[in-house]
């Protein structure tokens, strides 16, 4: 598979939600009308409009770029004013005045395509088949300016598209536009966020163009794949002024510590906090930055060195740490495509790199980070958050989730259909209030098979027993998409996971399906056991620290994995821990253990248990069903 390729959404079939537009308001006639009207290859306008929104319209909503409509035609003038923005309206954050960083020329000016179309620019903010129409006129204008033909071939746009993007960087255009040619390459569907199931056919004659994309790194060599343009702001390694270092370790990975993860944050602020934050030295440390507007790509910390990112440290010395920009209760302004795209392909670069399998216990949101000790489970974090599209992510790493296993198999993937998936939530806009409907990559678990029984507990999350929430922020009753677990019951359209000691419910109906089967080991407490303690961090036994030098206490968790209880497992490891009591210009000795741990998938975070305490089985269940193996989604 080529990285193009890689990082497109599979072609599959779906049916379209109830509430769709009628027949003459349907995207895909407006997509074919716009082309016919402005003379643009229907094929290229919605490769275009898929790589600036996925199709979806948000009316009246802008992004962080200023960006509306299914074309993202943006208009930063009107999108920076707080009080014409739903974002301002509900106490969220400004977008940021004037065009992001290197996009001073912006083809995709809505105010110029309203006086393309000769329309009003409040229509191109707020309706789809104006927005559509004035994205078809800015492609032609374009074409024009470049001195070429309105021409019915698709590959005779490549220029165009290339500078539709608004990137001054000739490597980001280039990737830009061969991602939309690949596209169309292979074709897509998807159901938008309005519930219509858009179409665009694949046109397997269209190739991307064999174009050489390198760049010249920077002066202090960007660890970076060569089709994005990565900067380097670094982060600081020095003493502060109370006596401590920051804000991260020097190493020398691989060679004294395998990285063996990659941490996915958001970072809860906009790009300038961010690069404010990761120059200040008594402030935490990641490796890398990724832009909301346009994917932009800043390294800061190299990847042999450790970053400060996780909470934990056992992560960190294991882990590459990448924050996006943005805010996980407005993902609609921030998540945006070309952010998903370019953390993807830096993803798949690195896992390539260090040969880091890409599947959810390894590739880990920060809010699957457990808590180093039992005390600290309260303050971990819990971004990216609910509504990052895991599904659609680990489609661009060139890993879609999928069943691997039949229906009666005794270990399930977390796999709903984001888009149709959509559960309540509290506290997108203020403590309490309703959050508005939204596709979601989380599914809540319950004490009992029933819609009305409470939401099951974490003791470690409120160790005085207060009850779950639908808060968004609130991770203690839910699991993730593409996480995996022991199946500990059936109940009609119900199914029961094992999940942080206690058997936990989520509805799963075979018309609506939100677990697939899968394949895989698990983990129980030996014969004789009558419970195993699970810890936030695998350290190393008492005899592998040499003289002199302290030893870390361990913590087990407030969690109980009983004898007949299962977890899944994907990793098997050895304890480790990292000397970091001063401040030196070398490495840190990492003092490496003998004992053997297993990598658990235990509740929403993972943890870790002794491989002396536990026996490992393996799933039985019979071969996936074609429908099974690709369920419909985006």
Known sequence: MTASAALLVPLLTGAPACGSPTDDRKLQNVFTDAADEYHVPRSVLMGVSYLQSRWDTRPGTPSVAGGYGPMHLVDTRRAQDPSTSQEGRAGGPAIAAGPPGDRADQPADLRHAARLIGTPAVRLRTDAAANVRGGAALLAAVQRRLGKPLSSDPEDWWDAVARFSGTGDAASAATYANDVFALIRQGAHRTTDDGELVTLPASPRVRPRAADVRKARRAQEVECPPELDCDWIGAPYERTDDGSYGNHDVADRPRDQKIEYIVIHDTEADMSSMLHTVRNPKQPSWHYSIRSSDGQVTQHVRTKDIAWHAGNQLVNARSIGIEHEGFLKQPDTWYTEQMYRASARLVRYLAKKYDIPLDRQHILGHDNVPGPTASSIPGMHDDPGPFWDWRHYFDLLGAPLRATAGPDSDLVTVLPDYAGHQPTFTGCAGAGTPCAA?????????????????????????????????????????????????????????????????????????????????????????????????????????????????????????YHFLAGQRYATEARLVGSHIDRSEFRDVPSPVVTGREQWYEIQLGHRIAFVRASDVDVVESQGSEPTTGQAAPPHD
């Open 438 to 558: 939204h596709g979601s990559s989380a599914v809540r678990l319950r004490t009992a098979p029933d819609e009305s029984a409470p939401l099951v507990q974490d003791p470690g999350r409120r160790p005085k027993g207060e009850a779950s929430t639908v808060d968004v922020d609130d991770l203690g009753a839910r699991v993730s998409t593409g996480q995996t677990f022991a199946v500990a019951g059936y109940e009609g359209d119900w199914t029961a996971i094992w999940y942080q000691g206690q058997r936990a419910w989520f509805k799963n109906a075979p018309d609506h399906p939100t677990a697939v089967g899968a394949r895989g080991r698990m983990v129980t407490p030996k014969p004789g056991l009558s419970e195993v303690p699970v810890y936030g961090r695998a350290l190393p036994e008492k005899d592998a620290y040499p003289d002199g030098m302290e030893e870390e206490a361990e913590s087990p968790l407030p």
